[in-house]
C-alpha cells in the first residue's frame, strides 16, 4: 500500500456488519469527502490520504479493513478517519470496530491548529463575520475542501486540553468536552495566518451561536480540516442555500471563471440579510426572502431549483448546495430522480436539522443526515 522502505506502522480490523450493502455507498462517499481518494479495484476498495493507505474489503456479513501509514500518530489518523465515516453512517447497527496491530498511544490531531479571533462584526442583522488569526495554516486553503470543524474553547481559561487520538483512532478529551461544529471556510490567506468565518445567527441558539455572540478578540478556537467538496469545473451551474449555505455559496462565486453560466439563490429572512456578493455577469442571483416564515419551513430553494432551465447536456452541468435538511431532502430527490443529474455532478449538503441538533443526528446517522 505504502512504500515498503519505509518505516510503517499497520493495523486491521474485522467488523461483524450483516447489514453493509445498505451502507456501504454512502459510507464510501463520506470517506471521500474528508480529503481521500477512494478507488474501487477488482476485489477490495482502496482508500489513500496524505497521512496513509487502506484496503476495504466487503465480506459476507463483514467489513474487513486494513490500514498503514508512516507512523503512531498517521496510523491514529487513519483509523479515525476510517472508523469516524463508517460509525457514523451506520450509527444505527451500532458496530463494534476494534482494531488488531500496531496501536499508537495517545497522539496530537495532526491538523488541529489553535487560532484567536481578531476582529468581529455583522454583516446583516443575523451574520456574524469573525476573522481568525493563526499560524501553519496552508493545509486549509483548498478550492475542493471548503469546510473545517470549530472546537470553541471556555472563554477566558488560561489552559485549555485540546482534544487527541487514542491508539483505536477516537477522539479523546483530556479536559472535558468542548463543543464542536462544522463551517464553511469563508476565506483564508495563510500568508496573513487569516481564517474567516460567517456565522449565521439563528434565533434558537446553540453552541456555535452562542459562542459567536460572545466572541471578542483574543477568544480562542481549535480548527481541525479541511473535509467536504468544493466546485467542479462546468459549462453551467446552479447553487442554492439558506444563510447556512450563504458562506459557501459567496466563496464559489467569487471562484468562478469570468465566462461562468447558471443561476444561484440564497434564501434569507428578508431583504435586509442581503448581501452584495462579486459573481460572474453570467451568473444571475436571487435572493428568497422567507418574509416571516420560520427558517427550515418553506420550499422556496426546491421551488427555485425546479424553474431552472437546465441545458440539455447536464454532464456539463453542476450544482452545489447547502441548506436545512427537509429542503435538501426535496433538492436531492429532484435532481436525482426528475432531472437525472449525474452523481459526481452535484455537490449537496444537509448543513442542519429544524428538528434535531447535530448531537442527536449524530446519535440517529444516515436516517437523520442522508437523502434517501
Known amino acids: 500500500m505504502s512504500n515498503p522502505s519505509a518505516p510503517s506502522c499497520t493495523a486491521s480490523a474485522v467488523i461483524a456488519f450483516p447489514r453493509l450493502a445498505d451502507y456501504l455507498e454512502p459510507i464510501l462517499a463520506a470517506i471521500a469527502t474528508h480529503d481521500m481518494t477512494v478507488r474501487a479495484e477488482s476485489d ?62 495517545l497522539t496530537p490531531l495532526d491538523d488541529l491548529r489553535i487560532l484567536r479571533v481578531v476582529t468581529v462584526r455583522d454583516l446583516t442583522p443575523h ?30 481559561e488560561a489552559d485549555v486540553a485540546w482534544p487527541m487520538l487514542d491508539g483505536n483512532g477516537r477522539v479523546t478529551w483530556p479536559g472535558g468536552k468542548m463543543p464542536t461544529r462544522v463551517y464553511t471556510i469563508r476565506a483564508i490567506d495563510p500568508a496573513a495566518g487569516a481564517l474567516t468565518i460567517d456565522f449565521a445567527l439563528h434565533a434558537d441558539a446553540g453552541p456555535a451561536t452562542r459562542w459567536a455572540q460572545a466572541a471578542a478578540p483574543g477568544d480562542r478556537v481549535g480548527v481541525v480540516g479541511p473535509a ?31 465566462d461562468a453560466r447558471g443561476h444561484a439563490f440564497i434564501e434569507v429572512h428578508d431583504a435586509s440579510e442581503e448581501l452584495p456578493l462579486a459573481r460572474p455577469a453570467g451568473i444571475t442571483l436571487k435572493w428568497l426572502h422567507r418574509d416571516g416564515a420560520p427558517a427550515g419551513a418553506t420550499t422556496l430553494l426546491p421551488d427555485a431549483v425546479r424553474a431552472v432551465s437546465w441545458p440539455p447536456a447536464l454532464d456539463d452541468a453542476f450544482f452545489w448546495g447547502g441548506c436545512e435538511h427537509k429542503a ?37 446517522g444516515a436516517p437523520a443526515y442522508l437523502a434517501e
Not at 241 to 252: M, S, V
Not at 337 to 361: C, F, K, M, N
Request: aromatic content about 6%; glycine content about 10%; some cysteine.
Open 127 to 156: 451574520l456574524r463575520r469573525i476573522v481568525l488569526q493563526g499560524v501553519n495554516l496552508a493545509h486549509l486553503d483548498r478550492a475542493d475542501q471548503l469546510h473545517c470543524r470549530l472546537i470553541f474553547a471556555p472563554k477566558g
Open 44 to 105: 477490495h476498495h482502496a482508500v489513500t490520504a496524505a497521512f496513509g493507505s487502506a484496503t476495504l474489503r466487503v465480506r459476507p456479513g463483514a467489513l474487513h479493513i486494513e490500514i498503514e501509514a508512516a507512523d503512531p500518530a498517521a496510523l491514529n489518523r487513519m483509523k479515525h478517519a476510517l472508523a469516524g465515516p463508517i460509525g457514523f453512517i451506520a450509527a444505527q447497527e451500532r458496530l463494534d470496530i476494534q482494531w488488531r496491530g500496531d496501536a499508537g498511544g
Open 228 to 258: 467536504a467538496g468544493g466546485p467542479k469545473p462546468a459549462a453551467f451551474h446552479v447553487l442554492a442555500g439558506d444563510e447556512t449555505g450563504l458562506p459557501g455559496i459567496a466563496r464559489i462565486l467569487e471562484s468562478l471563471p469570468a
Open 328 to 364: 435538501f431532502r426535496a433538492i436531492h430527490r429532484y435532481l436525482r430522480h426528475d432531472l437525472g443529474l449525474p452523481a459526481d455532478r452535484q455537490v449537496l449538503y444537509s448543513y442542519w436539522h429544524r428538528t434535531l441538533s447535530e448531537e442527536q443526528i449524530i446519535e440517529i
